[in-house]
């Protein structure tokens, strides 16, 4: 058997980590020694002193959803009296807020609304993209897309189709969870399966749409089910090469129905770091500092991660679980410079964007 240090040794100059090393090193390497090895690979990756950021906005259209999720605070069941549905002028409206302070990147996402046709999607992205040129429309989540596919008796790709013509250009990586059927039973029972989930994952990429990948950690996964995640999305990035990036980020439980305790910032480290080592085909890790804060998001800048994520003007979904974290573009450059490192604005493909002026300039 390797010894651990030898396992960070490979993993940190690119080597891959089969699943039972991910686990062993997940369970039992030192966790400064994890993030070394986590740095030492992204610095590899990255060598130039820069963290990307990118200005984006979460646009929550709905939040009436069949899927019925116990660890989500936002839905509301079909018909709920707090159920509610923005037309296309409120999207508009928050587009346009977003679009004047700078963003480049557009996150329309909600619950499964039976209500909503495929063609009201097709309808506000036309728009999105005639009135807002400058922004890219990364939008929707698997689940919204399998459930436009059921109520049109389509198949997923040709919803993807449909929607890749009307604007939407990328997929963002929610609704992954842990990609582990034992899991899924028990927090999101209604929601598309494993299979399904990497599946349409898949068709984007085959269509040239470009996706992140997610994992929600800590609700009631075990530390090999975390590394399943990973390998899994390991396994489709190697046939495809489809995913820009990896966000991980922890489950908060304050307001949910599947309660328990919120991970630890030593665990949030370990997460980041073994993730930068075992998933070797991913050129981007990003910090997630919504959940965890600010100054937790610096310090994962040398555990493995080279990107910030973004400023994320609006978002509902994670503050009705209970995260209350908040930053403006200057808070994000600050965070960055302060770790020794240079803000750089990117877009939604990872493009460097010089031509945008940083707050703290």
Known sequence: MSSLASLLDRAARGGRLSFDEGVRIYREADLHELGMAAHARRITLHPADTVTYVIDTTIDYTNVCNVHCTFCAFFRPEHHKEGRTLDHDQVIARVKKAADLGATQIMIQGGVNPDLRLTWFEELFDRVRHEFPNVDIHSLSVSEVTGLAKIENLTPRQVLERLKAA??????????????ERVRKRISARKVTPAEWLDVMRQAHHLGMPTTATMMYGSIETDEERIEHMHVLRELQDQT????????????PFKTPLRGKEATALEYLRVLAVSRLYLDNFAHLQASWLTPGLKMGQLALFYGCDDMGGVII???VVRDAGANNDATRRDLENVIIGAGFKPVIRDTYWNLRPDMALATA
């Open 167 to 180: 604007g939407l250009k990328s997929l963002p990586g929610a609704g992954a969870e842990i990609l582990v």
């Open 241 to 252: 090469g489809g995913f820009t990036a990896f966000i991980p980020w922890f489950y908060v």
């Open 314 to 316: 609006e978002d509902r």
